[in-house]
């Protein structure tokens, strides 16, 4: 399970990072995502992942921390919000200039 959930990170995480290093708008945008998603995956892989756990502390008991799936939970919802804000700045930056290049070169114009 921990291999599994380490290779979903590395994949996500170099997905990310590819899409973030296009020149265009909307590739940077699920760049963003997918490194959102890499992050999100790691810190609920930090509450121990375990079936059927409980979220109390008990003696002796294995028990999944509540705290990062907390976190998540916020992450994903702020994500969400950041994405659609984004795509708005996109959607204008296309309509303004015509095109939906990133880079900020003169002489390629």
Known sequence: ???L????????????????LRQRSFPVILGLSFLSY????????TGRVQTGA????????????PLPQALVLTAIVISFGMTAVIVIMAVAGYLTAGHDRVDLDEDAR
């Open 38 to 45: 890499a992050v999100n995956v790691f810190i609920f892989a």
């Open 54 to 65: 409980i979220p109390i502390i008990g003696e002796g008991r294995i028990y999944t921390d």
């Open 5 to 20: 959930i380490a290779i979903t990170i590395g994949l996500l995480t170099t997905t990310g990072v590819y899409l973030i």
């Open 1 to 3: 399970m921990e291999a």
